[in-house]
C-alpha cells in the first residue's frame, strides 16, 4: 500500500467516523479500510464518550473491536442496524460494488448491509472502475461438497472458476470462510449481460451461498482523493473524470 492510498483510507475512514451519531447501532465491515474506520471511531468513543453498539462482520474485525473496548454486539440482539460503514474492492459509477478480494467475508458484509438503515462504503480512489469485474474475480461462497458441481454449472454460463487458496509450506490449502465453506474465484473473459443477470445465475447453482456482488445497495459512497473527500450518494453517477486518475 503507497502512502497516498493509505492516507486517502485514514482520511474516508476519518470522515466516515464523523457521521456517527450517539446512541446509534453500527455495523462494522471487514478489511484494511473498515479496520482504519473501527479505530478513527474507537477515537471518538473515547475522547468523546460517543455511545454506540457495534455490530462486526467477521472474527478479526470483531477482535479488534473487542481490542479497543468497544460494545460489541450481535444481528440477534440488534437486528436492525442504524449505519453500516464498509469498504469494497471495485465501485462502478453507479455505485455497485464488488467486495470479498482477499477474506472472504462477503456474505457477513451483505447481511449486515442488508440489515441496516444506511449502507456507506469508503475507499480510496484506486477502487474505482468503469465496470465492475474489471480488476478482480468475483468470488462466490460455495458449499463444500458442491465446488464441482458449481464449477461445471459456472463453466456453462461462460465463467472460468477457481478455488482462492493459500500457501503453506509451499502447498495449496483451499481458503475457508468463517462458516467452513469454499471461496470460488470467476471470470468471465467477456461480460455480455447485465451483472443482475450474471448475480441470478450464480445463486441459481445449487450450493452457492452468496457472491461478492453489491448490486443497488449503497447508500452513499466516500472517496479518497488526495487530501479531500468525495461523497456520492443514492442516484448520483461518478463523474467518469474521476476514474481511472493516477
Known amino acids: ?6 492516507r486517502e483510507k485514514q482520511l474516508v475512514a476519518k470522515y466516515a467516523s464523523s457521521l456517527i451519531k450517539d446512541g446509534e447501532v453500527v455495523g462494522l465491515g471487514s478489511g484494511t479500510t473498515a479496520a482504519m474506520f ?4 474507537a477515537k471518538r468513543i473515547e475522547s468523546e464518550g460517543l455511545k454506540v453498539v457495534v455490530i462486526p462482520s467477521s472474527i ?3 477482535l479488534l473491536a473487542l481490542s479497543l473496548k468497544m460494545s460489541v454486539s450481535s444481528l440477534d440482539e440488534h437486528p436492525v442496524v442504524d449505519v453500516d460503514v464498509d469498504g469494497a474492492d471495485e465501485v462502478d459509477r453507479k455505485l455497485n460494488l464488488l467486495k470479498g ?3 472472504g467475508a462477503f456474505t457477513n458484509e451483505k447481511v449486515l448491509a442488508a440489515s441496516s438503515k444506511r449502507f456507506i462504503v469508503i475507499i480510496d480512489h484506486t477502487k474505482l472502475v468503469k465496470t465492475l469485474h474489471t480488476k ?8 463444500r461438497e458442491a465446488r464441482e458441481l458449481v464449477f461445471r454449472r459456472i463453466s456453462k454460463i461462460g465463467g472460468e472458476a477457481r478455488l482462492r487458496v493459500y500457501r503453506v509450506n509451499g502447498e495449496e490449502i483451499p481458503l475457508m470462510t468463517e462458516r467452513g465453506n469454499f471461496i470460488v474465484e470467476v471470470r468471465f473473459r467477456r461480460v ?3 451483472f ?3 448475480d441470478q445465475e450464480l ?3 445449487p450450493g452457492v451461498v452468496e457472491t461478492g456482488l453489491f448490486l443497488d445497495v449503497t447508500d452513499t459512497v466516500c472517496v479518497g482523493f488526495g487530501e479531500k473527500v468525495e461523497v456520492f450518494n443514492r442516484g448520483e453517477e461518478i463523474p467518469e473524470r474521476l476514474i481511472g486518475v493516477a
Do not use: A, H, Q
Not at 1 to 6: F, G, P, R, S, T
Not at 136 to 143: S, T
Open 203 to 205: 445463486k441459481e447453482i
Open 38 to 41: 473501527v479505530r478513527e471511531l
Open 192 to 194: 455480455d449481460r447485465s
Open 136 to 143: 478482480f474475480p468475483i468470488p462466490v461462497e460455495v458449499l
Open 101 to 103: 478480494g482477499s477474506y
Open 1 to 6: 500500500m503507497n502512502l497516498e492510498v493509505k
Open 196 to 198: 443482475k443477470e450474471i
Open 60 to 62: 478479526p474485525i470483531k
